[in-house]
């Protein structure tokens, strides 16, 4: 694991689409859809058989495509090559995922329907909650009157 002024960094890529988070753990990392030759295998046509480089030096990690046909993306630029900064989202043609660089691992996600139950259950009952009626400012009458001065008609 590299070290940052003494400190062990833990590298991650987060599936934005949900699973588990895959930890990169060596000084190079092939990704790919071919499983002989890749330490990361990303099982999608879209995927290139032998896709990109991802590399830890420094505590610092860089990625670089190797003539990917749908290419690599860093936070939406199409990339060759490029440093990958701790929140960076990282995509492999459709595959997408969040870049964790810290001293451990990215905290685990919250489901959605969890995290759905959970502001269901501080959600106020009723509107009154809120504040009363009399503390919204007062509806005015549409009239034609009041129209602005620097309309014309």
Do not use: W, Y
Not at 30 to 56: F, P, T, Y
């Amino acid at each position: 694991m590299p070290r940052v002024e003494g400190v062990a960094v833990f590298a991650q890529l987060i599936p934005l689409q949900g699973g588990e988070p895959i930890t990169i753990d060596k000084d190079v990392t092939i990704v790919g859809r071919q499983a002989e030759h890749c330490d990361i295998v990303l099982d999608r046509k879209s995927v290139s058989k032998i896709h990109c480089i991802i590399a830890r030096t420094d505590g610092l990690l860089f990625v670089r495509d190797l003539d990917s046909t749908n290419g690599t993306k860093v936070n939406g630029q199409r990339i060759v090559r490029g440093a990958l900064l701790p929140g960076d989202q990282l995509a492999f043609a459709g595959e997408k995922f969040r870049v964790h660089l810290g001293p451990g691992p990215a905290p685990a996600a919250v489901r959605s329907a969890q995290r759905t139950e959970e502001l269901e259950a501080v959600a106020p009952e009723s509107p009154e909650e809120f504040g009363d009626e009399t503390s919204r400012p007062p509806e005015r009458p549409a009239d034609e009157s009041e129209a602005p001065e620097d309309l014309v008609e």
